[in-house]
């Protein structure tokens, strides 16, 4: 199966994880995924808008996965 997903914001990017590892837990063939961003750079909201009066907090270590952590030297977001 092929699946696009559209946008690279959090939900973007956990959907995409959570299809690259469905055959290893739901016994399913292996899915091919890809993503598709329009921006220069994943993060969806927490990259590309800004509010008046509002501040979105994220970070590396915020939003990361438990089995994917960032290293040391990956910029933080």
């Known amino acids: 199966m092929k699946v696009a997903?559209?946008?690279?914001?959090?939900?973007?990017?956990?959907?995409?994880?959570?299809?690259?590892?469905?055959?290893?837990?739901?016994?399913?063939?292996?899915?091919?995924?890809?993503?598709?961003?329009?921006?220069?750079?994943?993060?969806?909201?927490?990259?590309a808008r800004t509010y008046e009066d509002a501040e979105l907090v994220s970070s590396k270590q915020l939003t990361t996965f438990s089995d994917f952590r960032p290293k040391d030297d990956d910029p933080d977001f």
Do not use: N
């Open 5 to 47: 997903v559209i946008g690279a914001g959090p939900s973007g990017l956990f959907t995409l994880k959570y299809l690259l590892t469905a055959h290893q837990y739901l016994g399913v063939e292996k899915i091919e995924a890809r993503l598709f961003e329009s921006e220069g750079g994943v993060g969806g909201t927490f990259l």
